[in-house]
């Protein structure tokens, strides 16, 4: 099957069950999971559909209400390396710039969360914010949010960053109890670096 006709039955796919996984596209299709990344790159980049943990979901007509290219918080362009999305009770995703803004929209939204997902600082791939560490304080200024926070999936990684750009390592509910109370002391969302 040619990778336009697998486009064309993912999108109806979507269409109809609002949201799959990967794995099951690439069971379905017979293809390789990375083929399957690469038949979907052209509909996330469209808007029509967006990436999920292990899978794709439809946009809802909520979603298509924020400007796809900005921070649903700062309202800053998006940075697609810096990214941090919220996946939503009712298939609603929400993209914020940065880790700060993803972790005080989380806060915001409490239980409506139910997935946080950003991208590992060296790797650059998709990991579980809750599950992640995150560097902050470090001397590199990644010209987004202050105070920054950078993800790692390995907190050894996170370390090791550390030790060249200096900072702390903290945990998920650490980086949020820190960003929070650090934004007490500030005015307005966040100021950029």
Known sequence: MLASERQKKIKELVTIRHSLKISELSEMFQVSEMTIHRDIKPMVESGIIEKSFGGISLVSRETKGQNSNECVLCHRSLNQRLAFRLILTENRVETACCSHCGILRHQMLGDEVLETLCSDFFTDTTISATTASFVMDATID??????????????????????????????????????????????????HG
């Open 142 to 191: 990644l010209g987004c949010c202050q105070p920054q926070v950078i993800p790692f999936k390995h907190r050894e990684h996170a370390e090791g960053f550390v030790k060249g750009f200096s900072g702390t390592v903290v945990s998920y509910t650490e980086a949020m109890g820190k960003v929070t109370g650090q934004m007490g002391k500030s005015k307005g969302c966040c100021h």
